[in-house]
């Protein structure tokens, strides 16, 4: 077929991210690629160009985009190659997770493998995937950023460039059927057929998997990376009545582990993505929004002392750390700041040189520097293995952690317990204050409305757990403010600036505005909920059971379903709680029969691997009733035994004069139903 040339390309096409609001588009905005966003005009013109796309995707805290984005796409080389043979085209993954998903089930498929930067390329008219990959090398031979063998960029463009001009159909054969394979796969979790699921059988299944899996050293249940995988978590201290001890004590163990890690930001608040040591040492420095969420979540499920300061901790960051921007939270923060010589490093911000510790206790009291330096593990010649720091870039820092207990500081330098955690607590505010005089790292501005969903529903749990009022506050305000800024007339959307809402968005919301309800009684909230389900049933349920990702796009090359959890509880793993949630609270036969049908479609895939499928399992094994509350007199005596129906995983409503218009429909069928126990106030 024809192909345009190069004076003709540059004359229609040319670098259009300078019009989009997502920073990490922004991000490359002044590259020498002609990147196009992800549109009906770009696929169009491809098609008409019938070049292949350049798919590129990542996301704005991700430490190795940025690297490629300096190495690769940053290169007029590179651009050049780029911009003479294909159509390049950039896409935020946290704007369009249903993309993301369909080409990282590919690479996956296809090589074993996934991660970010995400690229893969696409054939123009069908925009099936016949070649992919993550991270390749930019062509600067002393690049100080390579990692590992990685492939040339260079090399990948020339290789794929040839492939297509020589061998064109069979390429477009080969995209074609790996598609059907992947399409294939996902009907088949669709039409398997349900089967009865044995608890008792799912139970013992889980405790081998998680005693067999666990650290005893460390905590957590891999090897490095280590992901706090805070739903995972959650599941384990919320089922905990249904396993041995062991099991609940090895997640409240790895809370303690986190919380004395590295992965913990020692002196401000929150938690880092992973941890790229075993010991919870080393983070990868990004912060995610739904990483602190899962956590506080997790942590709400235990009493032991660790887990409630972890959770209080994490409050904290959520309610006035960076990411709390105008009320609401915004996606992410990098891992990269600028340092002093002007280059980004990678935790930059969070690590200190011996020098730079001792100055913030050069006026300090005698030994300050000493304790806190023992405390914390700093060296002079600084505390990151090597081996673990390929780059070079942590070289001569120090990264914080709980290295020694306050009871070995005090007994080393002679002092009290009392004294040390007082030296201890005016040195956290020191550095807190040397660091931010540092540039920070940048924060990713999309205000995602399924992360903040999930954010406001765990504020709302930690309120009556930790008895945390100021939470509560910011809870209420935060949902107020989602619902002015995260709707177009009427309509549900995943940011703010317009990009279309997916089932993930329904059911986290979904799940923050129940959590909101038993924190406060509203009945609004439950009635934007009950609608809200609604309207997710409308737009994404699959007939068969459960829900797809993404509404019926006509790009899309097949559309995406999932009950797996990931880094995140899958959609429908969450949606199944929403709908017995509110199946149980408003008495509606259709949530019941969609929970029903969800469980259904997934039961097979649950009996195969119930270690993917938690989020589920976790409403499964607990179906703990309705707690009601009926009348208008005072609560407060009756609040601890709201909490512990709470705790235990049950329903709680309160009908009242402002919510009788709402309930009084249903008050027969819950007198008649044998789960409710009913408390007259």
């Given at each position: 077929m024809h192909r345009m040339g190069k004076v003709a390309w540059y004359s229609q096409l040319a670098n259009r991210l300078r019009q989009s609001k997502s920073p990490y588009l922004q991000g490359h905005k002044n590259n020498p690629v002609a990147w196009q966003d992800w549109s009906p005009e770009t696929l169009a013109l491809a098609k008409d160009l019938n070049r292949p796309i350049f798919l590129s995707i990542g996301y704005h805290s991700c430490h190795w985009c940025h690297v490629m984005n300096r190495e690769s796409f940053s290169n007029e080389t590179v651009a050049e190659a780029i911009n003479d043979n294909f159509v390049p085209v950039k896409v935020d993954k946290e704007e369009w997770p249903d993309l993301d998903h369909i080409y990282m089930m590919y690479l996956q498929a296809s090589y074993g493998q996934g991660g970010w930067p995400l690229n893969v390329f696409l054939t123009p008219e069908s925009l099936e995937p016949f070649f992919g990959g993550t991270y390749w090398a930019g062509p600067d031979v002393g690049s100080e950023t390579q990692m590992g063998n990685a492939i040339p960029m260079l090399d990948v463009l020339k290789a794929v460039d040839q492939q297509w001009?020589?061998?064109?159909?069979?390429?477009?054969?080969?995209?074609?059927?790996?598609?059907?394979?992947?399409?294939?796969?996902?009907?088949?979790?669709?039409?398997?057929?349900?089967?009865?699921?044995?608890?008792?059988?799912?139970?013992?299944?889980?405790?081998?998997?998680?005693?067999?899996?666990?650290?005893?050293?460390?905590?957590?249940?891999?090897?490095?990376?280590?992901?706090?995988?805070?739903?995972?978590?959650?599941?384990?201290?919320?089922?905990?009545?249904?396993?041995?001890?062991?099991?609940?004590?090895?997640?409240?163990?790895?809370?303690?582990?986190?919380?004395?890690?590295?992965?913990?930001?020692?002196?401000?608040?929150?938690?880092?993505?992973?941890?790229?040591?075993?010991?919870?040492?080393?983070?990868?420095?990004?912060?995610?929004?739904?990483?602190?969420?899962?956590?506080?979540?997790?942590?709400?499920?235990?009493?032991?002392?660790?887990?409630?300061?972890?959770?209080?901790?994490?409050?904290?960051?959520?309610?006035?750390?960076?990411?709390?921007?105008?009320?609401?939270?915004?996606?992410?923060?990098?891992?990269?700041?600028?340092?002093?010589?002007?280059?980004?490093?990678?935790?930059?911000?969070?690590?200190?040189?011996?020098?730079?510790?001792?100055?913030?206790?050069?006026?300090?009291?005698?030994?300050?520097?000493?304790?806190?330096?023992?405390?914390?593990?700093?060296k002079d010649n600084g505390n990151v293995n090597a081996d673990l720091d390929p780059q070079g870039e942590l070289a001569g820092k120090n990264v914080l952690s709980v290295h020694e207990s306050v009871e070995n500081v005090a007994a080393t330098f002679g002092k009290s317990k009392e004294y040390i955690e007082t030296v201890l607590s005016r040195g956290k505010i020191a550095l807190r204050e040397a660091r931010a005089k540092r540039?920070?790292?940048?924060?990713?501005?999309?205000?995602?409305?399924?992360?903040?969903?999930?954010?406001?529903?765990?504020?709302?749990?930690?309120?009556?757990?930790?008895?945390?009022?100021?939470?509560?506050?910011?809870?209420?305000?935060?949902?107020?403010?989602?619902?002015?800024?995260?709707?177009?007339?009427?309509?549900?959307?995943?940011?703010?600036?317009?990009?279309?809402?997916?089932?993930?968005?329904?059911?986290?919301?979904?799940?923050?505005l129940l959590d909101l309800y038993e924190a406060t009684f509203i009945v609004q909230y439950l009635e934007r909920a009950r609608n809200l389900q609604l309207e997710a049933i409308k737009k994404f349920s699959d007939p068969r059971g459960g829900f797809y990702a993404s509404q019926n796009w006509p790009w899309l090359i097949f559309r995406p379903k999932s009950g797996f959890d990931s880094a995140e509880p899958s959609s429908n793993g969450v949606a199944l709680s929403n709908l017995v949630r509110l199946g149980r609270m408003t008495q509606t036969k259709q949530f019941f029969d969609e929970a029903e049908k969800l469980i259904g479609c997934y039961s097979a895939d649950i009996k195969e691997q119930p270690m993917g499928y938690l989020s589920m399992l976790q409403t499964v094994l607990n179906d703990a009733g309705i707690y009601a509350i009926i009348g208008d007199g005072d609560m407060s005596r009756h609040l601890p035994a709201i909490n512990a129906a709470l705790s235990r995983g049950a329903s709680v409503i309160k009908v009242d004069k402002d919510s009788v218009h709402f309930f009084d429909s249903l008050e027969e069928q819950w007198e008649n139903a044998s789960e409710v126990e009913f408390v007259a106030i």
């Open positions: 001009r020589q061998n064109e159909q069979q390429c477009r054969e080969s995209a074609a059927k790996t598609v059907k394979s992947l399409a294939s796969l996902v009907d088949s979790k669709s039409s398997g057929g349900s089967i009865e699921l044995d608890k008792q059988a799912l139970v013992s299944q889980i405790e081998n998997s998680v005693l067999g899996s666990f650290d005893k050293e460390f905590g957590g249940y891999t090897a490095a990376p280590k992901f706090p995988m805070g739903h995972m978590l959650r599941f384990i201290l919320a089922s905990r009545k249904n396993f041995s001890p062991e099991v609940g004590e090895s997640a409240e163990f790895t809370l303690k582990k986190i919380l004395q890690g590295g992965i913990k930001d020692q002196v401000g608040n929150g938690i880092s993505r992973y941890s790229v040591s075993r010991d919870w040492f080393l983070p990868h420095f990004e912060k995610m929004l739904y990483d602190q969420a899962l956590l506080l979540q997790a942590c709400l499920e235990s009493d032991t002392e660790p887990a409630q300061e972890l959770a209080d901790d994490l409050c904290q960051y959520l309610i006035s750390g960076p990411q709390r921007v105008d009320g609401l939270w915004v996606s992410g923060v990098d891992a990269d700041s600028m340092g002093e010589d002007g280059r980004m490093h990678e935790g930059g911000y969070y690590t200190w040189t011996m020098a730079e510790f001792e100055k913030v206790f050069s006026q300090r009291p005698l030994f300050d520097a000493d304790i806190n330096a023992m405390y914390y593990g700093v540039a920070p790292p940048a924060i990713d501005e999309k205000i995602i409305t399924g992360w903040n969903g999930l954010t406001i529903g765990a504020l709302a749990r930690a309120s009556w757990k930790l008895g945390r009022t100021d939470v509560l506050g910011e809870a209420v305000e935060s949902m107020s403010l989602l619902f002015q800024t995260n709707f177009h007339h009427g309509e549900l959307m995943r940011t703010s600036d317009g990009i279309p809402s997916t089932h993930e968005d329904y059911s986290y919301l979904i799940s923050g």
